[in-house]
């Protein structure tokens, strides 16, 4: 009887002892799946910050292509015959660099763009007075001068500047053979003259006119008087800097 009493008291410790087991196996089990569970749901949230961060770390992606520029220019500077000294006072434009002349090399370098003179295959003369009776004769028969060339690859071009100097309340026939010569559709065409006490006159009307009609031409036209061209490098940079450069 003792014996039995023994060996039922063992069985009841074994079972006791492997209950205890299960439990202890149950409650880690547990734990550890909830640890797993918590660790799962927060990595996403982890993931979102350094998603966050890198997007932020990212440049702003280009635009597209910077637009090619070209700056013609029609002066007298470049289409006059020099012959002997030149008074400074009386003809101030064809005494180099000249007024447009000076003018389109602040815009190049400001832009970076490609300079192009237009030039005439007959030169103007050096003296003002003749020169202005060419120009007259030339707007009465509303001519169209021959120019020595034309611009290579035009289409290359998305911006054009275009200088000039008011000649008889007008723009140089000389400048609307360049327009008529070469295409400008499409282009974004910005202005730039050097005037008398005429303005612009109807210089802005003409080349307007002249102009295809996508060309896209600036209201923002930049004109000063003659004698203060020289020194007006500040303004025409003011001015560059007001239409994008």
């Known amino acids: ?30 734990s550890g799946t909830s640890q ?7 990595e996403p949230a982890v993931s979102d910050e350094v998603s966050s961060g890198a997007e932020e ?6 635009s ?3 637009s090619r520029v070209l700056v013609a220019y029609f002066s007298w500077a470049d289409n006059a015959v020099i012959e002997g000294a030149v008074d400074a006072v009386a003809s101030p434009s064809v005494v180099a ?40 004769e030339e707007r009465s028969r509303n001519a169209r001068p021959a120019l020595t060339e034309t611009v290579e690859s035009m289409s290359g071009y998305d911006v054009v500047f275009l200088g000039y100097p008011n000649w008889w309340y ?27 006490t005429g303005g612009l006159a109807n210089s802005v009307d003409e ?23 020289a020194s007006s490098e500040n303004d025409i940079l003011g001015w560059l800097e007001e239409v994008g450069y």
């Open 97 to 136: 660099p000249g007024n447009v002349q000076q003018l389109a090399g602040w815009v190049q370098e400001q832009t970076g763009g490609d300079l192009f003179s237009i030039q005439v295959t007959d030169p103007y003369p050096s003296d003002w007075d003749e020169c202005l009776a060419r120009a007259n």
């Open 64 to 66: 597209g292509q910077q």
């Open 57 to 62: 770390s990212v440049p702003p992606q280009e």
């Open 36 to 42: 797993n569970e918590q660790s799962a749901i927060s």
């Open 207 to 229: 080349i307007e006119s002249a102009l295809p009609e996508s060309a896209v031409l600036s209201e923002n036209v930049f004109d000063v008087y003659e004698e203060d061209a």
């Open 170 to 196: 007008g723009a140089p026939m000389a400048l609307l053979s360049f327009i008529e010569q070469n295409d400008l559709s499409g282009k974004q065409i910005y202005l730039f003259c050097s005037h008398g």
């Open 1 to 30: 009887m003792k014996k039995i009493m023994a060996v039922l008291l063992i069985l009841s410790l074994v079972f006791s002892l492997a209950a205890c087991g299960a439990s202890d196996e149950e409650t880690a089990s547990s």
